[in-house]
């Protein structure tokens, strides 16, 4: 009798790179645009291919990233795509200013699948990132979107979300998970 493919299996299998991989572990190389802005551009087609790739085996009802680290590139360059709205691409972002107020949800990475970890995050970021022609521009995120950028800006960094957890708390399996039935809430707004 075969065991069926675990969550994370499934993810490997569409080309995101797991948990345990070097390349998840290191600081990203920031790109010199917009000397670099073909290359960057490349490599955001292939972390949308990736998305869509991930999109055909789970649905995100909460929004999902991908970073360059998770498609094997040490490039500081992440996307964001949030639950409602257009696909946020982060080139060389920076995180500016974080909210002391804070809140804690849980939490999935592509890069280990099969666990779900509850992380305390800021709820308003303010990330400074460029154009491919090499603008500068600063953008803030709130709520759900801050929590997906900082996971992805993490990623940037060489930091997993596992590592942002408090002292003594553990992930919990995907299927504990989906036995709590909560979703990301925000003063009364649900994001979902």
Not at 158 to 183: C, D, F, N, S
Request: glycine residues 10%; proline residues 7%.
């Amino acid at each position: 009798m075969t065991t069926p493919p675990t969550a994370s299996d499934t993810m490997k299998s569409i080309g995101i790179v797991q948990e345990g991989a070097p390349v998840l572990a290191e600081p990203t190389c920031p790109f010199e645009l917009p000397r670099e802005a073909a290359e960057a551009r490349e490599i955001v087609t292939a972390l949308h291919a990736a998305a869509d790739r991930a999109a055909t085996v789970h649905t995100f009802s909460k929004g999902m990233g991908v970073a360059a680290p998770q498609v094997g590139i040490g490039r500081r360059v992440a996307i964001v795509r949030p639950a409602e709205g257009d696909a946020i691409t982060l080139l060389n972002p920076v995180v500016v200013e974080e909210s002391s107020d804070t809140d804690e949800q849980f939490e999935g990475c592509l890069s280990f699948f099969d666990v779900r970890g509850k992380v305390p995050r800021p709820r308003t970021l303010q990330v400074r990132h460029q154009n491919f022609d090499g603008q500068w521009q600063t953008s803030i995120f709130t709520d759900g979107l801050a929590r997906l950028v900082a996971h992805e800006v993490d990623h940037l960094d060489g930091v997993l979300y596992v590592a942002r957890m408090p002292p003594g708390t553990h992930t919990i399996t995907v299927t504990e998970y989906k036995g709590t039935g909560q979703k990301w809430q925000y003063g009364g707004s649900q994001q979902g």
